[in-house]
């Protein structure tokens, strides 16, 4: 079992590399798509009453949309917008659920990159699921986000906390390992620039707002070989893939080395393997 010492420790990278935008795969990131929404309906619990009806909403790294629907099931009349860097998830977003909404609104998709978007019009909701953590200086655009929004209006986040977890710290070391530094030094350790919830906590009380920061940690029981790849295959090692770009030898090796570190650190159970994954959320309501 990994212990908690090596948990806590990510190398820090010999002469990092600039990572490149990674290469999504809308199919492979929705293989778990229940536990990866489940959050996300959770904070939609917390977020209260919008100030205009119907709303006008933006999810900012809307993937590829399945997530972004659940806000028309809360706010059936409301216009919203997804907002995404990735064509491949806006594709997908805009094929399988762009268009009017059963409840007389509207859901749409764009291109849009998180470290410049700012709103273009008022907001009464702008809400982030799991995608701020690629964004360093995403704490820099929350006044700009706020200043966005309706007065009364919130803005909410989630994202993911678990970047000293075995499963980002052993992925950290094995790009800074000797064989593979020189091609993914720096693609493994990307999430130090996240703020403690504390911090947040303090940057919306300085701007203002009424604001209800906290975390949690969902204990995921995940099915089928080697689970704990297939999930990170979706996210986390999507920098590295792409990194490793058409090279199959090099992309089979990197995932052997990868998995049996996984399999060590998460064991499989009778029932499957437990994964642990900490998650930090804010919801921010600006003053009416």
């Known amino acids: 079992m990994y212990s908690d010492t090596a ?23 929705l293989r778990h798509a229940g536990h990866r929404a489940r959050p996300f309906l959770d904070m939609l619990t917390r977020i209260p009453e919008l100030p205009t009806r119907p709303a006008r ?9 399945n997530v972004t629907t659940l806000l028309t099931d809360r706010w059936p009349e409301a216009r919203v917008t997804g907002f995404d860097l990735s064509p491949e998830m806006l594709h997908r977003a805009t094929e399988e659920y762009a268009g009017p909404t ?45 200043n966005g929004l309706r007065p009364g209006g919130t803005f909410a986040f989630q994202i993911p906390a678990n970047f000293t977890a075995p499963s980002h710290a052993l992925l950290a070391e094995l790009c800074d390992a000797p064989r593979w530094r020189a ?19 303090a940057r919306f009380t300085e701007l203002g707002c009424a604001v209800d920061v906290w975390t949690t ?12 790849l297939d999930w990170v295959k979706g996210t986390a090692l999507r920098p590295v893939l792409t990194a490793l770009g058409d090279d199959r030898d090099a992309v089979d090796a990197f995932l052997t080395e990868y998995r ?3 399999r060590e650190a998460y064991p499989a159970g009778p029932r499957g393997t437990v994964f642990p994954f900490r998650r930090i959320f804010a919801v921010a309501r600006k003053e009416a």
Do not use: K, M
């Open 7 to 29: 948990q806590a420790r990510i190398p820090t990278p010999t002469a990092p590399t600039a990572p490149s935008a990674p290469t999504w795969d809308p199919q492979q990131y």
């Open 57 to 65: 909403i933006a999810d900012l790294g809307c993937g590829p949309g």
């Open 102 to 146: 059963a409840g007389g609104g509207s859901l749409d998709f764009r291109h849009g990159d998180l470290a410049t978007w700012l709103p273009e019009e008022p907001y009464d909701l702008i809400v982030s699921n799991a995608a701020l953590q690629w964004v360093p200086s995403h704490p820099g655009s929350f006044a700009a986000w706020i």
């Open 183 to 201: 091609r993914l030094a720096g693609h493994g350790a990307r999430y130090i620039h996240l703020l403690e919830p504390a911090e947040y906590l």
């Open 217 to 228: 940690t969902y204990h995921q029981l995940l099915q089928g070989p080697d689970p704990v």
């Open 260 to 262: 049996d570190r996984l």
